[in-house]
């Protein structure tokens, strides 16, 4: 039997390419997408709209709980992939209000939804690597907890939900612990983005040669996002309810390894400018995870090398800027 399955935060940069995933992968699926009324302040990067007709779009405010409580009603789900939610870690210091009350509030109203009209749902909530202390070496599930930000003690509170919503509720909910993923697409926040659009602007003539960046010692595990929604599909299907699962590659690359990398892609010569501006509150010189739980449970294994995903978010980029967009 046809099953649907509601992602939430559909149009972002994870939710875009999970859509993609899901079309493709899930032919008999009905998909609703929800998403958030956008105003020209909150501009997302241009991407092209998934087109299929089993994909239904809604415009929903995850604060608003009663209109959440009817949506959930009108469309009872039997897969909940709850991408949305305030994911810049940044922001999350001069905006640490709109995090909690977006990443807990609006997550607990999806569950209250699914507590009344989809208790038999599979549910997996993204969650984020900045739950855990920062440490120097590996992090698996077992590490301490312990986030520094705004951001990652909202991501805390909002895994702390979910495992109420399985222990005392009984819903089928599984938990991700998710590192650095990149890829086309994301937003201008993000330093990997960041560089490939100040370069594919300067390509095309649409500023000077200049480069501006933050701190490019810290090491991050980074996975490409496309390798991302791939293990949350696999752990939808497989993961245990009210188990955290780290997912990424299990390699840390220092930042400046990832400037270097879009360098070697670019057809003109810049100059790297450091901007004091551009480095965070909280900056942890290294985030390292161990994917060994989601590897045995699963078997995935990351596809996306470091240069492809570089070379993939530059290309994205020089299609997406022009004069009359950039």
Not at 17 to 30: E, F, K, M, V, Y
Not at 80 to 91: F, L, R
Request: charged share 20%.
């Amino acid at each position: 039997m046809p099953q649907t399955i509601l992602v939430t935060g559909a149009a972002g940069f994870v939710g875009h390419h999970l859509l993609d995933l899901l079309i493709r992968s899930d032919p008999d699926s009905r998909i609703v997408g929800w998403r958030r009324r956008v105003t020209d302040d909150q501009a997302r990067p241009p991407r092209p709209e998934p087109r299929s007709d089993r994909l239904v779009w809604r415009t929903l405010d995850l604060l608003d709980r009663d209109a959440v409580d009817h949506a959930v009603a009108d469309t009872p789900p039997d897969q909940v992939y709850h991408c949305a939610g305030m994911a810049n870690v940044g922001g999350s210091w001069s905006n640490n209000t709109t995090t909690l009350r977006v990443n807990v509030m609006g997550t607990e109203h999806l569950l209250a939804g699914l507590r009344t009209h989809a208790s038999a749902a599979r549910v997996l909530i993204p969650g984020s690597a900045l739950v855990y202390r920062p440490s120097s070496a590996a992090i698996d599930e077992s590490s301490p907890l312990g986030p520094v930000s705004p951001y990652g003690l909202s991501k805390l509170a909002q895994e702390m939900l979910a495992r109420a919503a399985v222990e005392q509720d009984g819903l089928h909910v599984v938990i991700t612990r998710s590192f650095t993923h990149i890829g086309p697409g994301q937003a201008l926040s993000y330093a990997a983005s960041s560089f490939a659009h100040q370069l594919a602007r300067i390509e095309a003539g649409l500023g000077p040669p200049v480069l501006s960046v933050g701190n490019l010692e810290a090491r991050r595990d980074l996975t490409d996002v496309r390798d991302t929604v791939r293990a949350y599909q696999q752990l939808m299907a497989r993961g245990e309810p009210g188990t955290p699962y780290n997912v990424c590659s299990g390699v840390a690359h220092p930042i400046q390894t990832v400037l270097d990398g879009l360098l070697s892609h670019a057809t003109v010569d810049v100059t790297v400018q450091q901007d004091p501006a551009r480095s965070r509150p909280s900056d942890n010189p290294l985030l390292l995870g161990d994917a060994g739980r989601l590897a045995r449970q699963t078997g995935w294994r990351p596809t996306f090398g470091l240069e492809r995903t570089l070379a993939d978010t530059l290309g994205y980029w020089r299609d997406a800027v022009t004069p009359a967009n950039a």
